[in-house]
């Protein structure tokens, strides 16, 4: 069966750099929205902007009926992060950001969260001759290590993304992010792979999650969609079909059971109904996967027979009868 969450905090106010979106929520509220969204099981929470006190959070969460599939450190909000955390060459930055990370591991074991996940992404450059790249890179794999190797029960995912808030991210592809995991060298780690982060780096998304898995990394998803241009954040398939079919194809082919979380922002649309389609389209788009004569495929990708598989695709996909 299909889990899917939801990302909290697109459950209130959001902003670029020309708009305001939304109204102001708080936490309780924003739990309250996710139970008017049908076929939302848990949450994706940000720590430490949302978080709050845990015995309360819990008696919110047994009250709603939700669950957690995981929480998120945020380590670009605060001014000595805007520039960078865990790449910095201070240690003192460097130590406050994984203090963070470390934070999020204790409240995400005092709430029954299964992992952690965090996106460094304000760790990279905007000029060329702004970095050390390998003190940098170095950095990030010594940051990483340390708050891996706390509370390992608590399993830590990095996220990767190409750009925003930096031009250029240093985790910016998923290539890169299971290189910095192979030095960390810590099973307790995994991918955060983001469809539309996978995207806008020019990956095709169900490779990235094959890539993880035949290099024996773990992997958490987050769905949306964009035009491959910008992190848009849109409803999941509504730009990208096929892609979005084949991302779940490859994550029933490996045994995917944590929650498809929904990492979309409604904007200008109205959130209810926002969600409530991506919901829907993402668990239509699993039971056509289900349904796929899977055997077949992967027979006809062995024997390389690609206009067969093509003759497939129109027929038990796109459901195209000549």
């Known amino acids: 069966m299909m889990k899917q969450s939801i990302i909290t905090a697109f459950l209130g106010k959001t902003q670029d750099r020309f708009s305001e979106y939304q109204n102001t929520t708080l936490t309780r509220e924003r739990l309250e ?23 309360e959070t819990i008696k919110w969460m047994q009250e709603l009926g939700l669950e957690f599939a995981a929480i998120n450190a945020n380590i670009k909000k605060e001014p000595q992060w805007v520039p960078g955390s865990i790449s910095r060459p201070d240690k003192e930055i460097r130590k406050g950001a994984i203090q963070i990370i470390k934070g999020a591991k204790e409240y995400a074991k005092q709430v029954g969260a299964p992992l952690v996940t965090c996106c460094p992404l304000s760790d990279g450059y905007d000029n060329l001759f702004q970095v050390d790249y390998p003190k940098a890179w170095r950095n990030m794999i010594d940051s990483i290590a340390e708050a891996a190797d706390y ?29 910095l995991l192979k030095e960390v060298n810590n099973p307790a780690t995994g991918v955060t792979l983001d469809f539309g982060h996978s995207l806008i780096a020019h990956e095709n998304p169900a490779q ?16 949306n969609d964009n035009d491959w241009k910008f992190d848009w954040d849109l409803i999941g398939a509504s730009r990208n079909f096929l892609h979005t079919v084949e991302f779940y194809f490859y994550a029933k082919e490996f045994g995917y059971n944590k929650s498809f979380t ?20 993402q668990e239509a788009i699993w039971n056509l996967v289900e349904k796929l004569d899977r055997k077949n495929f992967r027979k006809l990708m062995e024997e390389e027979k690609h206009m067969e598989l093509m003759r497939l695709v129109k027929d038990e996909i796109y459901r195209l009868k000549s």
Do not use: Q, W
């Open 33 to 55: 929205t996710v139970k008017k969204i049908k076929g939302v099981s848990g949450i994706e929470m940000v720590y430490p902007y949302e978080t709050g006190n845990p015995a």
């Open 151 to 179: 509370l390992p029960e608590i399993p830590l995912f990095i996220e990767y993304k190409f750009n925003e808030t930096r031009v250029h991210c240093h985790l910016d592809t998923c290539a890169k992010a299971l290189l």
């Open 208 to 223: 990235s999650i094959s890539l993880c898995a035949e290099s024996r990394i773990d992997y958490y998803l987050h769905t």
């Open 262 to 281: 929904t990492d979309a922002s409604p904007r200008i649309f109205d959130m209810i109904e926002f969600f409530s389609l991506h919901i829907e389209i």
